[in-house]
Nanobody, 130 residues
Framework: QKQLVESGGGLVQPGGSLTLSCTAS????????ISWFRQPPGKEREGVAC????????TYANSVMGRFTISRDNAENTVYLQMDSRKPEDTAVYYC???????????????????????WGKGTQVTVSS
């Protein structure tokens, strides 16, 4: 069964680092671009970061540029999101999503856009509070 499972969330203090994981089962992430999206309380889901399948090129939202790092370990079938210098406004449910196919990858990654062909995980809650 094809699944994406996010982990690593929780209640954390502002500043410091936290790493989220997105692990696939039932399929191989090598051939998929992976994005992290987040949904803050009372707001719509927004794109955070994307890593492409063929060249590991990355894209980041302006709000996380320089603070978050997306990476992948194909041997572990996992994509990571390292969150540094956390802020209260980073509080959200974080989702990872996978797409393949050149057109879908370009649409999702170039604009961090949510598209119908994304295969989603169920999300992990990150709360940044002192």
């Amino acid at each position: 069964q094809k699944q994406l499972v996010e982990s690593g969330g929780g209640l954390v203090q502002p500043g410091g680092s936290l790493t989220l994981s997105c692990t696939a089962s039932g399929f191989t992430l090598d051939y998929y671009a992976i994005s992290w999206f987040r949904q803050p309380p009372g707001k719509e889901r927004e794109g955070v970061a994307c890593i492409r399948d063929n060249n590991d090129q990355t894209t980041y939202a302006n709000s996380v540029m320089g603070r978050f790092t997306i990476s992948r370990d194909n041997a572990e079938n996992t994509v990571y999101l390292q969150m540094d210098s956390r802020k209260p406004e980073d509080t959200a449910v974080y989702y990872c999503g996978a797409v393949n196919g050149a057109e879908s990858v370009q649409t999702m990654c170039n604009g961090l856009r949510e598209i119908d062909t994304i295969f989603w995980g169920k999300g992990t809650q990150v709360t940044v509070s002192s």
